[in-house]
C-alpha cells in the first residue's frame, strides 16, 4: 500500500481522538532539540505508521504502533537526529504491512527509506535452519551498519523495547531470544560503546535465562547496599571535601554492581556473592582531561592506590572509544574502592558510544571522533571478513570473536597504538596492519631488540615490527594459534583458495596421464566435446571437473574414457596404466595426504591411491595395507618424488629400545633435537625392570634426514636399538 498523503484523517479511528500518551511523550522529548519542521516530519511518520499497522496488536494486547514509539522514544532520549526517529517509527512497516521501500523514500527521504529496508529481517527467505536465518539476517544487518551505522542503533533499540515486554512470549522463546541478546546484541553494544544499552540488554536476558539467580543476587546486592551506606556516605563525603578545596568542579556519583555484572565477576573469579559485593565504586565527572588527571592526583593523596590496578584509558582509549581512568584505592574501612574519572564529554561517549555522534553533531556541528572513527573501523574490518567468509553461520563466528575482546595496547614502529584481543599474537598484528602483511609475515622484532616467531603473544606497550618474505604463505597450522576472526578469516580464505588451485593442477595432471594412455589429449578431444561432457555431468567449468578429479570424486581412467566415447576417435578396450608418475612435492597440503598407517617421507618409494572425498593419499610401496589397496587398481596413481623440493617437513614415527636408567628420555630427546628436527610427541613405556621402550614422532626432512637421525641415536648410550614404525 503506498501512502502519498498525510492528513491527519488517515490516521485509525482508535487513534484520531487523542494522541495517545506515547506519542505525546515522544514529541516532547524531541521538541527540546530537533527544529519544529522536524518535529512535525516525526508526527507525520507516526501518521503513516499507524495507519499502516492499523488493526494489528502486540502479544500484550496494546496496539503494534506502540512498540514503534517506544523504539523512538528511547533513540529520542539519546538525542537521536529526525532521520532516525523517524526510520523508528516506521521501521517493522516494510517487513509487516503492505507499506513499500520506494513508499517510504518517496515521502520521507532515500536515506531513511534505506535506514528502514536496513533494519527489516529476512523472514520471508527460505533457510534450511532457524540458525543459518539468524546468522543471514545477522549479516545482512552488518553489511546495513556499514552503509549507515543508524540502522544498528534502531535495531538495538528494537530489541531493548522486546526485551522489556518479554513477559508476554513463551517460556522457550523467551530464553531463545535472551540468549541471542545475550551473545550478540549486548556484544554489539559494547563494542560500539553503548553502555546503556549493554547494562540494560545484559539485566534483561540475565533475569530472563535465569530467574533464580537474578532474584538471588538482586536481593543479596539490596541487602549489600544497606549495609554499605555509611561507607558510601563517608567516602563521598571525603572525596567531595578534597576535591572542592582542589577547586575541582565535578559530579560524584555513587557506582552499584548490576546483578549481572555481579554474576559475570562471580564466574570470571570464581569468587562468591559476597566476595564481589564488597567492592564500592564511584565515577567523578569533570569539565577538561587536565582536571582529570588533578583529580587522580586528589584521590590518591586521600587514599593509598593499588598500583597494579591503575589503567589509562585517555592516553590509550579502549577500542570502542571509551576513555577514563580507572583506579583502585585502599578505604579507611580496609576494602577496595574503584574510581572512574572522566569529562563529561567521555562521559556521554561511555553512556552512548557512537551514538555520541549525532549529539555531538546537533548541538556544536562537530563529530565526537573517537567513538565514531573507531566504530567505522571496526566494521570496515568486519566487512572484509563478510566478504571471505565461506557462510553466513562462519560470519556469525568471526565476528562473535571479535566481539568479546580483553585488549592488549601495541605500538607500530611509526608509534601508532594498536589494539588486540587478549592472548592474540604477532601474526595476529600483522594481519591487523593489512592481509598481505599478515600472508607475508615471518617473524618479527618487540622493541627493536628481540626477534620473535609469528606465535609470540605480545604485551601492553611492546613495539612490534613484522619481518614479511615474498616466499612466505599462510600455512594450515596458523589456524592453530591466531585468535582474531580478521586473521582466521584472511588465512582460510587464502588456504580456501590455493587448495582448489592445487586441486586443478594435480587433476589437470592425472587427466592428462590417463588420456596419454590412450593415445590423445585434451587438445585432440576438443573443445566442443569437452563442453558436451561437461553439461552432461551438470558442471560449468573444466576446473570444476579437474578439481574432482584430484578430490577423489571421479576416476581419472574413467573419465578419460568417457570424453573419449563422444570424440568419434578409435581407442583401446582396456586402459593401460599411466608409464609417468605424478611428480609431488610435499607441499600439496589440500589434496594430498600421507598415510598415517606407513608415513612416507620424501625419498621413499611410494605409491598413490584415490581415496572418495580425500584426494590422492600417498602410501609407502612396503605399506602393509598396500594388499588391500590394490584390490581397487582403477584407483591407484604412479607417483614419485620430484627432485628440488622445498624443506617440508613429514613426520615420522620411531621406536627407541633403551637401558631402564636415570635421565635417558632426555639424552635420547636431546640426541634428537640436535639432528634438527623437532620432536612432536614422546611416550614412554617400560618393558621390565631394566628396559624400556621410548616412542617419539619427530620431524625430518626427507629419508636421508632420517637415517642420519637413526644412525646417531644407534651410537647414543643406552640406546639398544632404534626402529622406523
Not at 535452519?129 to 539476517?137: P, R, T
Not at 555509611?230 to 567531595?240: D, K, V
Not at 553533531?361 to 567468509?389: I, Y
Amino acid at each position: 500500500m503506498a501512502i502519498t498523503t498525510l492528513d491527519p484523517a488517515n490516521v485509525p479511528a482508535a487513534l484520531d481522538a487523542d494522541l495517545p500518551p506515547p506519542l505525546l511523550e515522544l514529541e516532547t522529548v524531541v521538541s527540546g532539540y530537533l527544529r519544529p519542521e522536524e518535529v512535525e516530519q516525526v508526527h507525520q511518520a507516526f501518521i503513516v505508521g499507524a495507519r499502516a499497522h492499523d488493526g494489528q496488536v502486540r502479544r500484550s494486547g496494546e496496539p503494534y504502533i506502540f512498540h514503534p514509539v517506544a523504539v523512538a522514544r528511547i533513540l529520542a532520549d539519546m538525542a537521536m537526529d529526525s532521520q532516525t526517529i523517524i526510520a523508528a517509527l516506521l521501521h517493522d512497516t516494510i517487513e509487516d504491512t503492505e507499506l513499500t521501500h520506494e513508499a517510504v523514500a518517496e515521502e520521507f527521504g532515500s536515506v531513511v527509506g534505506d535506514i528502514v529496508e536496513g533494519v527489516t529481517k529476512l523472514d520471508k527467505m527460505q533457510f534450511s535452519n532457524q540458525q543459518e536465518a539468524a546468522a543471514e539476517s545477522f549479516r545482512k544487518m552488518i553489511l546495513a551498519m556499514a552503509r549507515d551505522i543508524r540502522v544498528i542503533l534502531i535495531k538495538l533499540a528494537d530489541r531493548l523495547h522486546n526485551m522489556r515486554t518479554i513477559g508476554f512470549m513463551r517460556p522457550d522463546k523467551q530464553k531463545r531470544i535472551a540468549r541471542e541478546t545475550l551473545d550478540i546484541y549486548a556484544a554489539i553494544a559494547q563494542r560500539l560503546g553503548i553502555d546503556a544499552f549493554k547494562r540494560e540488554l545484559q539485566e534483561l536476558s540475565f533475569s530472563a535465562l535465569h530467574p533464580m539467580r537474578y532474584r538471588v543476587i538482586k536481593s543479596h546486592a539490596s541487602a549489600a547496599m544497606g549495609r554499605n551506606e555509611e561507607r558510601f556516605s563517608t567516602i563521598e563525603a571525603a572525596l567531595r571535601t578534597r576535591l572542592d578545596a582542589a577547586r575541582i568542579d565535578c559530579s560524584i556519583e555513587g557506582r552499584v554492581k548490576s546483578p549481572y555484572s555481579i554474576y559475570d565477576k562471580m564466574k570470571r573469579k570464581g569468587a562468591g556473592v559476597r566476595d564481589v559485593l564488597d567492592l564500592i565504586g564511584f565515577r567523578i565527572v569533570v569539565d577538561t582531561v587536565q582536571e582529570c588527571y588533578l583529580a587522580l592526583g586528589v584521590v590518591h593523596n586521600l587514599y593509598k592506590p593499588r598500583t597494579s590496578r591503575f589503567k589509562d584509558y585517555i592516553a590509550i582509549p579502549k577500542n570502542n572509544g571509551y576513555q577514563s581512568l580507572h583506579t583502585v584505592l585502599v578505604g579507611p574501612f580496609g576494602d577496595s574502592i574503584e574510581i572512574q574519572i572522566r569529562t563529561r564529554e567521555m562521559d556521554t561517549v561511555a553512556e552512548r558510544g557512537i551514538a555520541a555522534h549525532w549529539v555531538y553533531k546537533l548541538a556544536e556541528n562537530r563529530d565526537s571522533g573517537r567513538a565514531g572513527a573507531r566504530a567505522r573501523e571496526w566494521l570496515f574490518g568486519v566487512l572484509d571478513m563478510q566478504q571471505k567468509a565461506g557462510s553466513s553461520m562462519d560470519f556469525l563466528e568471526h565476528v562473535k570473536v571479535d566481539l568479546f575482546p580483553d585488549e592488549v595496547y601495541v605500538f607500530t614502529p611509526d608509534g601508532e597504538i594498536r589494539s588486540m584481543p587478549k592472548h592474540a599474537t604477532v601474526l595476529d598484528f600483522a594481519y591487523a596492519v593489512h592481509t598481505d602483511v599478515g600472508n607475508r609475515a615471518v617473524r618479527a622484532w618487540i622493541d627493536k631488540t628481540r626477534l620473535v616467531p609469528l606465535r609470540y603473544r605480545p604485551k601492553s606497550g611492546e613495539t612490534i615490527k613484522v619481518i614479511t618474505s615474498q616466499s612466505s604463505n599462510p600455512r594450515p597450522n596458523w589456524l592453530e594459534f591466531v585468535v582474531t576472526a580478521r586473521a582466521r578469516t584472511a588465512i582460510r580464505h587464502y588456504l580456501k583458495n590455493l587448495g582448489h588451485e592445487e586441486a586443478v593442477r594435480i587433476g589437470h595432471l592425472m587427466l592428462d596421464g590417463a588420456l596419454a594412455d590412450l593415445g590423445t589429449s585434451l587438445d585432440t578431444i576438443g573443445e566442443s566435446r569437452v563442453d558436451e561432457y561437461l553439461e552432461g555431468i551438470k558442471l560449468k567449468r573444466l576446473e570444476e571437473l579437474l578439481a574432482d578429479v584430484a578430490l577423489g570424486n571421479r576416476m581419472p581412467r574413467v573419465v578419460a574414457q568417457q570424453l573419449l566415447e563422444g570424440s568419434g576417435g578409435d581407442h583401446p578396450d582396456t586402459l593401460p596404466v599411466s608409464r609417468e608418475s605424478l611428480l609431488l612435492t610435499g607441499e600439496e597440503d589440500h589434496v594430498v595426504t600421507y598415510g598415517v598407517c606407513c608415513h612416507p617421507v620424501a625419498g621413499d618409494a611410494i605409491t598413490g591411491y584415490l581415496s572418495a572425498g580425500k584426494g590422492l593419499v600417498v602410501h609407502r610401496k612396503v605399506c602393509r595395507n598396500l594388499k588391500e589397496l590394490r584390490k581397487h587398481p582403477e584407483r591407484l596413481i604412479d607417483v614419485a618424488w620430484q627432485s628440488g623440493r622445498s624443506g617440508t617437513l613429514f613426520p615420522v614415527p620411531l621406536k627407541v629400545d633403551v637401558h631402564n636408567r636415570p635421565g635417558v628420555l632426555a639424552k635420547v630427546a636431546s640426541t634428537i633435537s640436535g639432528m634438527d628436527t623437532n620432536i612432536e610427541n614422546v611416550q614412554n613405556r617400560e618393558r621390565d625392570g631394566e628396559t624400556s621402550e621410548l616412542y617419539f614422532v619427530i620431524n625430518v626432512r626427507d629419508r636421508k634426514h632420517l637415517a642420519r637421525v637413526i644412525r646417531r641415536l644407534r651410537r647414543t648410550k643406552d640406546v639398544i636399538a632404534v626402529h622406523r614404525d
